[in-house]
């Protein structure tokens, strides 16, 4: 079992780390530099990577229920299905799908008819980890897997 160290202990520790960055920042930095040159490729690889992923992510935050086909009255009847225990492991597959950090507060604002103004800090589950257009676009990415999930639940019954 591993210890825990004292409050001071840890405000100690992130002194001398930054007071040793202070330091030794040019060398630090000469490192970095160094490093990124001689591995020029990997530094491609990994910013494509990342600015690729950037742009999915930013991309699936502004898709509208249309761009996912839900239409209005499938939307009402999504919220419906959501609020009954018969499919509680389907709304928490698609809550856990669209945002594992977001899930908990996905369920709770689709089963409980709560906007993210009210839901921004909860007693139980804390601080949301999304902020506002991040949270609406998981709640929509969320009723597209409810969406889909239900589909593929009729069709093989």
């Known amino acids: 079992m591993g210890t825990t160290m004292s409050a001071e202990a840890v405000e100690e520790r992130r002194n001398y780390q930054r007071e040793y960055r202070r330091r030794k920042q040019e060398q630090i930095n000469g490192k970095r530099r160094q490093w990124n040159q001689e591995n020029r490729d990997k530094v491609r690889a990994y910013n494509q990577k990342y600015w690729e992923s950037r742009a999915r992510k930013a991309k699936s935050l502004r898709v509208s229920y249309e761009d996912y086909g839900i239409t209005p009255e499938r939307l009402h009847e999504l919220m419906e299905i959501a609020k009954l225990d018969e499919y509680a492991d389907i709304v928490i597959y698609s809550a856990l799908k669209a945002d594992r950090l977001a899930a908990g507060y996905i369920i709770l604002s689709v089963t409980g008819g709560i906007s993210y103004e009210h839901l921004e ?17 998981a709640r929509r990415l969320f009723f597209h897997h409810l969406d889909c999930a239900l589909k593929e639940r009729q069709e093989t019954e």
């Open 121 to 137: 800090y909860d007693d139980k589950l804390g601080r949301c980890p999304l902020g506002r257009t991040d949270f609406y676009g």
